[in-house]
């Protein structure tokens, strides 16, 4: 953890700077992230989905509810869908290539590619899992 640890934290911060986007990560040091890494994921995110689950419980009375119960927080946005559309014509190519599966009804994965480019649905983690993989894939040159 920790050799990999400080160049993120330095990219990440050169990030937020470059950005003007608030970015913080007061308490991580190495050995915290060891500690979290060790312990069971309910501890880190509950049965009922809510993150930090742990650092929420112990900042209880420290931290006012109002603000440990935010839901309306956010992570920075990126103009993916910008992006998407650009890359539009290389995707199509690395669809109209992919080797054909039999677990993936690629005819049902191009139809969302379109539909998210036409603005008709948003584009989700799992169409471009999808893309990644075949990408992946093709890169890899993997047989079945």
Do not use: C
């Amino acid at each position: 953890v920790g050799g990999g640890m400080q160049p993120l934290l330095r990219h990440g911060d050169r990030n937020a700077m470059r950005w003007s986007v608030e970015s913080r990560v007061p308490f991580l040091t190495v050995p915290l992230a060891e500690f979290l890494l060790s312990l069971p994921e309910n501890y880190l995110l509950s049965d009922e989905g809510e993150t930090k689950h742990v650092f929420r419980a112990a900042m209880r009375g420290i931290v006012p509810d109002a603000i440990l119960d935010r839901k309306d927080k956010i992570g920075f946005a990126t103009p993916e869908h910008a992006w998407f559309t650009r890359l539009a014509p290389t995707i199509r190519q690395w669809l109209a290539d992919a080797p054909r599966l039999p677990f993936v009804r690629q005819d049902v994965l191009q139809k969302r590619f379109e539909a998210v480019l036409a603005g008709e649905r948003p584009l989700d983690k799992t169409l471009w899992r999808f893309i990644n993989f075949y990408r992946w894939f093709q890169i890899r040159n993997v047989s079945l």
